[in-house]
């Protein structure tokens, strides 16, 4: 369980990015938050994780207090927690494997991850995991070869060999094409129904979250507006979450 309970983040600059926001996530959910640039979700995510400190309130997941924990605890919880960014976050220069295995250096030891040594029950899980996203034969090309969703297959194998009990997803397929988006969306959907993952993915969105998730959480202003099924949004719905200029095929 994921309990989000009068989160409050406010930047240096005196921009106020969440706003006395809660709710609760139950194992195994799919969550799209949804809204425009800047109403939060990002930062929101980032809190989760403590890629982000917030100003007040507080985050408990499986009965930790994500906000209260030690810096050396955080090592440890974000070994459980995957993250997806939107510009996938790797390595260009590096091969894909390499990339891959990254996602193993919150369990190796700080040496021999700067020596690039990985056993070898690594390397043929990171090789699986390339594989169940289907890129097993892209291995040992250098990720900058690679296309954009392909990268991004390569950033879902990397969170993959964390082990992860909950998957953030950050903007996962806005920079890809819509065929793209939906092969990224549906590997993500895999991982929540296959592996019983719990995924929070911040979408633009909505048609994307009618077809992927269970649940819609829509933030404006950094509020929460809308907590819900996807199909309860229609156009009323849909316009108080984007603005009343929201072109509406958005919701189709």
Same mark, same amino acid.
């Given at each position: 369980?994921?309990?989000?309970?009068?989160?409050?983040?406010?930047?240096?600059? %005196?921009?106020? @990015?969440?706003?006395? *926001?809660?709710?609760?996530?139950?194992?195994?959910?799919?969550?799209?938050?949804?809204?425009?640039?800047?109403?939060?979700?990002?930062?929101?995510?980032?809190?989760?994780?403590?890629?982000?400190?917030?100003?007040?309130?507080?985050?408990?997941?499986?009965?930790?207090?994500?906000?209260?924990?030690?810096?050396?605890?955080?090592?440890?919880?974000?070994?459980?927690?995957?993250?997806?960014?939107?510009?996938?976050? $790797?390595?260009? /220069?590096?091969?894909?494997?390499?990339?891959? #295995? @990254?996602?193993?250096?919150?369990?190796?030891?700080?040496?021999?991850?700067? #020596?690039?040594?990985? +056993?070898?029950?690594?390397?043929?899980?990171?090789?699986?995991?390339?594989? /169940?996203?289907?890129?097993?034969?892209? @291995?040992?090309?250098?990720?900058?070869?690679?296309? %954009?969703?392909?990268?991004?297959?390569?950033?879902? @194998?990397?969170?993959?060999?964390?082990?992860?009990?909950?998957?953030?997803?950050?903007?996962? *397929?806005? +920079?890809?094409?819509?065929?793209?988006?939906?092969? *990224?969306?549906?590997? $993500?959907?895999? $991982?929540?129904?296959?592996?019983? #993952?719990?995924?929070?993915? +911040?979408?633009?969105?909505?048609?994307?979250?009618?077809?992927?998730?269970? /649940?819609?959480?829509?933030?404006?202003?950094?509020?929460?507006?809308?907590?819900?099924?996807?199909?309860?949004?229609?156009?009323?719905?849909?316009?108080?979450?984007?603005?009343?200029?929201?072109?509406?095929?958005?919701?189709?």
């Amino acid at each position: 369980m994921l309990i989000i309970e009068n989160l409050t983040k406010v930047y240096d600059n %005196g921009f106020k @990015a969440l706003d006395n *926001v809660s709710f609760e996530v139950p194992d195994g959910q799919f969550v799209a938050l949804i809204g425009l640039s800047g109403s939060g979700k990002s930062t929101l995510l980032r809190c989760i994780n403590r890629l982000i400190e917030p100003t007040s309130g507080r985050i408990i997941w499986n009965g930790l207090d994500v906000t209260a924990i030690s810096d050396e605890e955080i090592r440890y919880l974000r070994r459980r927690i995957g993250f997806i960014f939107q510009q996938f976050n $790797l390595v260009k /220069r590096s091969s894909v494997m390499d990339n891959v #295995l @990254a996602g193993r250096l919150g369990y190796t030891n700080p040496i021999f991850s700067l #020596l690039n040594y990985f +056993s070898s029950e690594d390397r043929a899980k990171a090789l699986a995991n390339l594989q /169940r996203v289907g890129i097993g034969d892209q @291995a040992f090309k250098r990720a900058s070869e690679l296309s %954009g969703g392909q990268q991004q297959r390569v950033a879902i @194998a990397r969170a993959l060999m964390q082990d992860p009990e909950l998957m953030l997803a950050d903007e996962p *397929v806005a +920079s890809l094409d819509p065929a793209t988006s939906h092969g *990224v969306m549906k590997y $993500l959907e895999g $991982l929540n129904k296959e592996d019983d #993952l719990t995924v929070l993915c +911040s979408l633009h969105f909505l048609s994307l979250a009618r077809t992927y998730a269970d /649940r819609v959480i829509a933030l404006k202003d950094g509020k929460l507006e809308f907590d819900g099924g996807p199909d309860e949004i229609d156009n009323e719905r849909f316009k108080e979450i984007y603005g009343e200029d929201a072109v509406e095929v958005g919701i189709s």
